[in-house]
């Protein structure tokens, strides 16, 4: 088996830098609602953001070798997806890879498993989402894959694939329909927008959205 693919097709980064601009709430929707990555994986800090294609990884529970092979051939902008089969005990990532990790211009981390040193990773501003904080050590003795398709938060992320989150969520869209999603975003940005303009003028969600029909033929009764 080969360990350690070489990336192959990727969202571009002109696009990257458009999606920048949506929240992943957004992005999932015009997605047809596809995508959503387990909930459960929240940014370390509110105010984290990461949008940018795809590195995946696998690790072994409690060992973090796999992430320091990927950091040392990250490209800048890449977003490392680490599946560490949910693992909440052992902090596989903390400030030394952080530090390394800004070093090569790594766009952000999202990993199924937990994380360390979140102060110092929040001053760094650099963009992390795990499913847990936890101080548990790690070691590494063995391998796994690097820019395989892989298992994460309930989806499948191949490498390539956009990654988009906020304090909402994380949302995987793949490379081949990142095009479309964006072009479905913007237009749905620009009609919520505008909806908004009509909400500030008074108008009710009810009316706009067509509501009060549904109301009517769900029976509902009022006094």
Not at 96 to 114: K, N, P, S
Not at 136 to 154: R, Y
Not at 188 to 209: D, F, H, I, N, P
Request: glycine share 8%; with cysteine; hydrophobic share 40%.
């Amino acid at each position: 088996m080969t360990h350690v693919l070489k990336p192959k097709e990727r969202v571009s980064k002109e696009l990257v830098e458009k999606f920048k601009e949506l929240p992943a709430a957004t992005v999932y929707e015009a997605a047809g609602q596809l995508g959503m990555i387990d909930p459960a994986i929240r940014p370390v800090y509110p105010e984290a953001k990461v949008c940018g294609p795809a590195l995946t990884v696998f690790c072994h529970v409690g060992d973090n070798l796999m992430i320091h092979k990927a950091v040392s051939i990250a490209q800048p902008g890449d977003v490392l997806v680490v599946s560490i089969r949910n693992d909440t005990r052992s902090g596989a990532w903390g400030e030394i890879l952080t530090t390394a990790a800004v070093q090569r211009g790594v766009a952000g981390l999202v990993i199924d498993g937990a994380v360390r040193d979140s102060e110092a990773t929040q001053e760094r501003g650099f963009p992390v989402f795990s499913r847990a904080l936890a101080v548990g050590a790690t070691v590494k003795k063995s391998l796994g894959l690097i820019n395989h398709e892989i298992s994460f938060g309930d989806e499948v992320v191949r490498p390539g694939d956009l990654i988009v989150g906020d304090r909402d969520g994380l949302v995987v869209v793949p490379k081949e329909r990142a095009e479309t999603v964006y072009r479905a975003s913007v237009d749905r940005e620009e009609k919520e927008a505008k909806l908004m303009e009509k909400l500030t003028a008074g108008s009710t969600t009810l009316e706009l959205l067509g509501l009060e029909k549904t109301l009517s033929e769900l029976g509902l009764v009022e006094e």
